[in-house]
């Protein structure tokens, strides 16, 4: 993968960022984002924030060798603290970590959010508690995907601020547009997590240590879950 040829995971980002948008790629690794879209034209600026030294060098690399310095700026910043309000940002993109540590990061970078950003979010596992995340503070998620890449299936959400939304616990867990598009990808990865659960279901029920009863009930009910949904 490189600035030129993206990964699927990456293309897939990539197709849900609307043409002419001011771009905040939040942990931008190697900045192959946001300088894949200037190459294309598809972003006007972009800005590749990241928290750690030795990708923000690459990152720097990356921008200074395809000439785009002008529009990339690349920030060693933790989160959307790489944001600032010149930057007239029209989408942000986090990708490549967990939906706990995306939902940290918007929470903590709140006061850098206007409402107007489009959010394309691509967590690795934790995707409950994300939109959980999104559902609380006002975003309406207008597009979900699962996609398996390298044996591993990956969710992409694309969220907008609209004001109170409101989803029910399964469509938390499940995401409410995929639960209706039911893709095969989708379908696929709740079968391969329902013989997860259930063979830790019967571990448990085989274990000498006690288990907290809390932990049980809740994989249980994730597990009735999944047998409705693929039923």
Known sequence: MNEQTLSMRL?????????????????????????????????????AGEVAVTPFYTAERSVR????????????????????????????????????????????????????????????GGEQPLRQWLMDNGYRILCEEVLRENR???????????GPVTYSAEELYFGPLQMQA??????????????????????????RQTVPEAKVQQLTQQTQWIMALLA
Request: glycine share 8%.
């Open 11 to 47: 293309e897939r980002v990539a197709a849900h960022v609307p043409a002419g948008a001011r771009l905040a790629d939040i942990g931008s690794d190697h900045a192959y984002l946001p300088v894949a879209l200037m190459r294309r034209g598809v972003i006007k600026a972009a800005v």
């Open 65 to 124: 060798e395809n000439d785009f310095a002008q529009q990339i700026s690349v920030r060693l910043a933790d989160g959307l603290a790489a944001i600032e309000a010149g930057d007239a940002i029209t989408a942000i993109s986090i990708c490549g970590m967990g939906g706990e540590r995306i939902r940290d990061i918007l929470d903590s970078g709140k006061a850098r959010l206007t409402g107007q950003e489009r959010l394309i979010l691509q967590p690795n």
């Open 152 to 162: 591993f299936a990956y969710e992409i959400i694309v969220a907008e601020r609209s």
């Open 182 to 207: 039911r893709s095969p990808a989708f379908l696929a990865k709740w079968q391969r997590l329902l013989r997860l659960k259930q063979q830790t279901l019967a571990d448990f029920a085989q274990a």
